[in-house]
């Protein structure tokens, strides 16, 4: 539920954005590091949101990427761990009597001693 809710604020938003380029068309004045170019505001307005988004993915994704490395590194010491503290199969004595397989029922008494 969580994720759908999520792409439909995404969608909303993306929706919004787009609405707001749509309506800023006329041209302006870029000045960039090296040189000055003059583009609609709308080709601003959606380079700049799809760059945010970029960016905003590749943040998520590292992220994501350190707490799966994290998440195998634990696992592996866990692993360590059960090893380390099991019972190794020497330690269990071997001469030990078998269980019986049978079970005997216990004897019915009579109904004066209960």
């Known amino acids: 539920m969580k994720t759908q809710w999520i792409f439909i604020s995404i969608l909303f938003f993306g929706l919004l954005t787009a609405i707001f380029a749509a309506i800023n068309t006329e041209p302006v004045n870029v000045h960039l590091?090296?040189?000055?170019?003059?583009?609609?505001?709308?080709?601003?307005?959606?380079?700049?949101?799809?760059?945010?988004?970029l960016i905003l993915g590749l943040i998520g994704m590292s992220k994501q990427y350190k707490l799966k490395r994290t998440i195998k590194q634990l696992e592996k010491q866990l692993n360590e761990a059960q090893m380390a503290h099991a019972v190794p199969s020497s330690a269990i004595p071997t001469d030990?009597?078998?269980?019986?397989?049978?079970?005997?029922?216990?004897?019915?008494?009579?109904?004066?001693?209960?």
């Open 96 to 114: 030990s009597a078998p269980l019986p397989l049978t079970y005997a029922a216990p004897e019915k008494l009579p109904s004066s001693e209960l």
């Open 33 to 53: 590091i090296f040189t000055d170019m003059q583009l609609p505001l709308i080709i601003i307005i959606l380079s700049s949101t799809l760059l945010g988004g």
